[in-house]
């Protein structure tokens, strides 16, 4: 997503799409040319010149999945203890901290205890404690330790390896947080395997099926904020982290197993990204794992990375700074989508090769900025880059000038809207922009991100209401309908799910289960999907 900062935790990668446009964007309007189109931020509400883009074809939706969490709004697997992580609490020190990853085993528990040190693990939360009635939950475990419920916990019995609590119903407001704390590890044989589930719920499912009904009718999810790619970490195969452990959101991200596993659930595409500081062994050995373990009929999308192109990300500061010491150009700008479309290609040449008995099982993307297609043609006319590409995606993001410029004092949401539904226009208009780059190249032009851009901190509530007005609905309905006729093919869109703050409102919804009715822009998608 363009102009969004990242942040520790994979969901509130969300947090921060803030407008860093107002810091860095001047300078790079001010040299113009590909420099920048690299900066200006979403889709771009400029009308673009008229295009010849190519044919349409036929339009699907896709996802972009909330980052795993305890806070999110998005409950994702069955097992409410995987999202979160462990901090600690001393006696006598006020405030809890996050542990380093060096005081866990290969499970995801703490090796050892301070004195006065009590381990706590948030939970996520499940769909049932938003309505009215309390939600009964019973965690489990193996090993030996002392283990209770915390937070919002009520009315809490054990036995043996195992207690049960109650969590209470918010109403739809929000809810109190729950979590676990441990307070005593046997270091002969440790506590284990923890697992936290809804008292009546399967013991063995590994996806929660509000979930997975969540994603019924898209095409595809991308795992943008699962696999925290902004982050930058460097990553090993292994160091990855396993279905054996506890911890699924660490600087790589989840399992690949559990990513392909959701995939063949819920019947959806994957679309996965590789971190720019992966070697070919990590690269590699994921790819195998993909074309082996993948359900038949299934594609898998990949792509490097995410918006190399953008400066708020700390990749593509390394991805300039490793263009200029190759010389790959003179231009501070340009270097850093040449470099970006050099490693892409060495990315997908590795795909490529593990693909190759089945190469139509693989949709190799390469992303650029929507805002103008210099960026999409410097990736696709870079050395033999084309010839390792599938399709080229943008994120046709409209709104983002909504109280900036001369529509700084347009707070009517009346006048807003009016001005929203010029910008889908806009969005649209830069999107065939790009096709046309990519249609002249032989490629698919998709979206790998769409939707509203409303984002400014000193208007936060305003973007909120706007964003459940039931004005939105009609707005997307037009953006949906403009993509269909206009543009065609897969346009993914941001995201599912999210709570509204300071720096934005990004989610189709705002929690799980959260009534449609709420939820103007997942009603519009929905609506959408079922050819209404």
């Known amino acids: 997503m363009a102009l969004r900062l990242n942040t520790a935790s994979g969901g509130g990668r969300r947090q921060a799409r803030a407008g860093i446009l107002v810091g860095i964007a001047t300078a790079a309007l001010a040299a113009g040319g590909l420099g920048a189109a690299l900066l200006i931020g979403g889709g771009g509400d400029a009308p673009a010149a008229p295009v010849a883009p190519g044919p349409v074809p036929p339009t699907t939706l896709g996802l972009n999945l909330a980052g795993l969490s305890t806070w999110g709004g998005e409950r994702t697997f069955m097992n409410l203890a995987i999202g979160g992580g462990w901090a600690s609490e001393i006696k006598g020190q006020r405030g809890w901290k996050k542990i380093d990853a060096t005081r866990l085993n290969a499970a995801g528990m703490p090796i050892s205890l301070q004195d006065g040190e009590v381990m706590h693990r948030s939970l996520a939360i499940p769909e049932g404690v938003y309505g009215a009635?309390?939600?009964?939950?019973?965690?489990?475990?193996?090993?030996?330790?002392?283990?209770?419920?915390?937070?919002?916990?009520?009315?809490?019995?054990?036995?043996?390896?195992?207690?049960?609590?109650?969590?209470?119903?918010?109403?739809?407001?929000?809810?109190?947080?729950?979590?676990?704390?441990?307070?005593?590890?046997?270091?002969?044989?440790?506590?284990?395997?923890?697992?936290?589930?809804?008292?009546?719920?399967?013991?063995?499912?590994?996806?929660?099926?509000?979930?997975?009904?969540?994603?019924?009718?898209?095409?595809?999810?991308?795992?943008?904020?699962?696999?925290?790619?902004?982050?930058?970490?460097?990553?090993?195969?292994?160091?990855?982290?396993?279905?054996?452990?506890?911890?699924?959101?660490?600087?790589?991200?989840?399992?690949?197993?559990?990513?392909?596993?959701?995939?063949?659930?819920?019947?959806?595409?994957?679309?996965?990204?590789?971190?720019?500081?992966?070697?070919?062994?990590?690269?590699?050995?994921?790819?195998?794992?993909?074309?082996?373990?993948?359900?038949?009929?299934?594609?898998?999308?990949?792509?490097?990375?995410?918006?190399?192109?953008?400066?708020?990300?700390?990749?593509?500061?390394?991805?300039?700074?490793?263009?200029?010491?190759?010389?790959?150009?003179?231009?501070?700008?340009?270097?850093?989508?040449?470099?970006?479309?050099?490693?892409?290609?060495?990315?997908?040449?590795?795909?490529?090769?593990?693909?190759?008995?089945?190469?139509?099982?693989?949709v190799r993307v390469v992303a650029t900025q929507n805002a103008g297609p210099q960026g999409t043609e410097a990736v696709l006319g870079f050395r033999d880059t084309a010839k390792f590409v599938d399709a080229v995606a943008t994120a046709p993001y409209f709104g983002n000038s909504t109280f900036r410029g001369e529509r700084a004092t347009i707070l009517d949401p009346a006048n807003i809207f009016a001005y929203l539904d010029k910008d889908v226009d806009a969005a649209i208009g830069k999107a065939l922009a790009n096709k046309a780059v990519a249609t002249r190249y032989g490629k698919r032009y998709i979206a790998y991100e769409a939707?509203?851009?409303?984002?400014?901190?000193?208007?936060?509530?305003?973007?909120?209401?706007?964003?459940?007005?039931?004005?939105?609905?009609?707005?997307?309905?037009?953006?949906?309908?403009?993509?269909?006729?206009?543009?065609?093919?897969?346009?993914?869109?941001?995201?599912?799910?999210?709570?509204?703050?300071?720096?934005?409102?990004?989610?189709?919804?705002?929690?799980?289960?959260?009534?449609?009715?709420?939820?103007?822009?997942?009603?519009?998608?929905?609506?959408?999907?079922?050819?209404?």
């Open 133 to 362: 009635n309390a939600v009964r939950i019973r965690c489990t475990w193996q090993g030996k330790g002392s283990l209770a419920p915390g937070g919002g916990a009520r009315n809490a019995s054990q036995s043996g390896n195992a207690f049960d609590f109650d969590w209470p119903g918010s109403n739809g407001g929000k809810p109190k947080g729950a979590w676990i704390s441990l307070s005593r590890i046997d270091a002969a044989d440790p506590a284990r395997g923890i697992d936290c589930r809804e008292k009546s719920a399967s013991p063995t499912a590994l996806f929660a099926p509000a979930f997975l009904q969540s994603l019924s009718g898209f095409s595809l999810v991308r795992f943008l904020d699962w696999q925290k790619v902004n982050g930058n970490a460097e990553v090993s195969w292994a160091t990855r982290a396993t279905t054996g452990s506890l911890e699924q959101n660490g600087p790589a991200g989840p399992a690949v197993e559990y990513m392909v596993a959701l995939a063949n659930e819920a019947k959806v595409d994957p679309w996965f990204h590789m971190h720019w500081n992966a070697d070919e062994d990590y690269v590699r050995r994921f790819a195998e794992y993909v074309r082996d373990n993948l359900a038949p009929g299934r594609k898998a999308y990949v792509e490097m990375s995410n918006e190399v192109w953008n400066l708020a990300f700390p990749v593509t500061k390394q991805a300039q700074a490793e263009g200029l010491k190759e010389g790959l150009d003179s231009d501070q700008y340009r270097v850093i989508v040449l470099r970006y479309a050099e490693k892409a290609t060495w990315m997908n040449r590795i795909w490529t090769d593990v693909f190759k008995a089945d190469p139509g099982r693989l």
């Open 451 to 532: 939707g509203q851009h409303l984002v400014y901190p000193p208007h936060a509530a305003e973007v909120a209401q706007l964003n459940r007005d039931p004005r939105m609905y009609d707005v997307y309905r037009k953006y949906l309908a403009a993509w269909k006729s206009r543009v065609g093919d897969t346009m993914t869109l941001y995201a599912a799910t999210g709570p509204y703050g300071p720096f934005g409102a990004w989610g189709l919804r705002e929690y799980g289960g959260q009534p449609m009715d709420q939820t103007p822009k997942r009603r519009a998608a929905e609506d959408f999907l079922a050819g209404k």
